[in-house]
């Protein structure tokens, strides 16, 4: 937590802002907030840091002690395997946090200019099964003294309760534990209308879309958004070609779809999304989630998420354990991540239909969506066209007649270095991607392309390509 005060992984944080920073996972259901409890001193010390900030700059940064920092980074290598082992073993301890912690989370979401959703301890019972809200309610009267503006939460994959803690807790009962919770925001003024989301349900197989109707039909009207989760394949045993796949790939459509039918047979209208996500379960696949490779499975989760209505796509994990982070243990940002970033400053909110002709849709995998209208090079009317060539070979795409004169900017991704695919550094344009220093970004350069030009894609590649002035009609 005391890492979360970097320089350098609020720049990156923010770099992917507006949007939203989930405290949440499996941890969740086995925090305890303890008010009076003292901050350890790394808390301590990064709060005293807080403290000193100049009223006027909140996010200013004053850097820790850097014999502190160092140790720090030594031991996250070892709460990494702790962490993991809970995992393998799914056994897990009860682990406290503080106000210091709170404090430290909180404004780490907003210096990184994110929405904070908080996830609540939703395995606390008492004997007749239902959800013991007291822990919660020391979190809320703390985080409303602080004014702290967030959203919230209650349990991780429900779906799994009983494999990770012994206890069962059926649809129903759910729903009205999130009904209680509800009722419990609705009586502190700065959470009246706050947002709360849920039941973030894993992978919609039968056992889990019973659990998810059922909650549906006994809370559903409570909450803001649907969450579920879903996650392509067992990071013990994914494969190199499973990330490549299109069959593996087209699996996410008919889970999409699932979760659609429950939602609208019981709470139609609802706002689905997907509350966490990544290539690979079980902290992702070795070797392989953290590499070029895994850009696949995200450009293409992110293309159909949007296509199929999801408004809202939380990756797993921004900064952690396991190998599906967006940024690594030395704050070094992975290919997932300068992916992100790029699809956040080209691609728009509203979808375009495309087709494809003379290739198989299925491997070469083809959006178009508006130019993002806050991208300050573009204008209105611009369209943004993103594809992922799963061919062995350099595959073009040729654009319709009415777009052929014009301007196309390519901001192609490939992998850096002898281990190609499997690299952990990418390049734009033929540039490495590297932070300049830990306050800045690098700039996202296009290429311009001549009016006439075909798009190409080599082998096992993915880009974008911002077609300008297309004066689409969808767009203005």
Not at 15 to 26: A, D, V
Not at 373 to 385: A, F, I, M, N, S
Request: aromatic share 12%; glycine share 8%.
């Amino acid at each position: 937590m005391f890492l979360e005060s970097s320089l350098k992984l609020q720049t990156l944080a923010r770099g992917l802002s507006p949007g939203f920073l989930r405290f949440g996972g499996t941890k969740t259901d086995f925090l305890i907030f303890d008010p009076k409890k003292e901050p350890t001193l790394e808390e301590k010390i990064c709060s005293d840091l807080l403290v000193k900030q100049d009223a006027a700059d909140v996010c200013g940064f004053r850097p820790a002690p850097l014999d502190l920092i160092e140790h720090l980074e030594l031991q996250w290598p070892f709460q990494e395997l702790l962490i993991r082992g809970e995992l393998d073993k799914k056994k897990h301890k009860n682990t406290t946090i503080t106000r210091s912690t709170l404090d430290i989370l909180y404004n780490f979401a907003q210096c990184s200019e994110l929405h904070l959703i908080f996830g609540l301890n939703a395995l606390l019972r008492t004997r007749s099964s239902q959800w013991d809200s007291s822990n919660a309610r020391f979190v809320l009267d703390y985080c409303d003294s602080q004014k702290y503006n967030m959203s919230w939460e209650l349990g991780n994959e429900p779906n799994s309760f009983r494999l990770k803690s012994g206890i069962h807790i059926d649809g129903f009962q759910l729903g009205q534990d999130f009904i209680q919770l509800r009722h419990l925001l609705s009586n502190y003024s700065y959470y009246r209308n706050s947002k709360l989301y849920g039941p973030d349900v894993g992978r919609p197989r039968k056992q889990t879309q019973r659990l998810l109707r059922s909650f549906l039909k006994s809370g559903g009207k409570v909450i803001d958004s649907i969450t579920w989760h879903h996650y392509y394949v067992n990071g013990r045993s994914a494969t190199r070609e499973d990330f490549l796949s299109p069959d593996v790939l087209d699996t996410f459509i008919a889970d999409v779809q699932a979760v659609q039918q429950i939602v609208d047979a019981t709470v139609p209208g609802k706002k689905v999304w997907l509350g966490e996500t990544s290539s690979a379960y079980g902290g992702g696949a070795p070797r392989l989630s953290n590499t070029y490779l895994a850009g696949f499975m995200w450009l293409d989760k992110l293309g159909l998420s949007a296509k199929l209505g999801i408004d809202v796509v939380m990756r797993q994990v921004f900064f952690g354990a396991g190998t599906y982070h967006l940024v690594d243990a030395n704050f070094e940002p992975l290919p997932d991540y300068w992916l992100s970033l790029l699809y956040k400053k080209l691609v728009g909110t509203k979808v375009l239909d495309i087709s494809l002709t003379g290739e198989d849709h299925r491997r070469l995998r083809v959006y178009l969506h508006c130019t993002n209208e806050y991208h300050p090079k573009y204008r209105d009317g611009d369209v943004t066209l993103f594809a992922l060539n799963l061919y062995n070979s350099t595959k073009y795409l040729q654009l319709p007649s009415y777009l052929s004169k014009k301007t196309v900017d390519e901001y192609l991704l490939l992998p850096y270095g002898k281990e190609n695919i499997l690299s952990r550094s990418v390049q734009l344009n033929g540039h490495v991607l590297k932070m300049l220093d830990d306050e800045t970004l690098p700039t996202l350069r296009e290429k311009p392309l001549s009016p006439g030009t075909s798009l190409g894609l080599p082998a096992f590649s993915y880009g974008f390509f911002v077609i300008r002035n297309a004066k689409a009609i969808a767009c203005i």
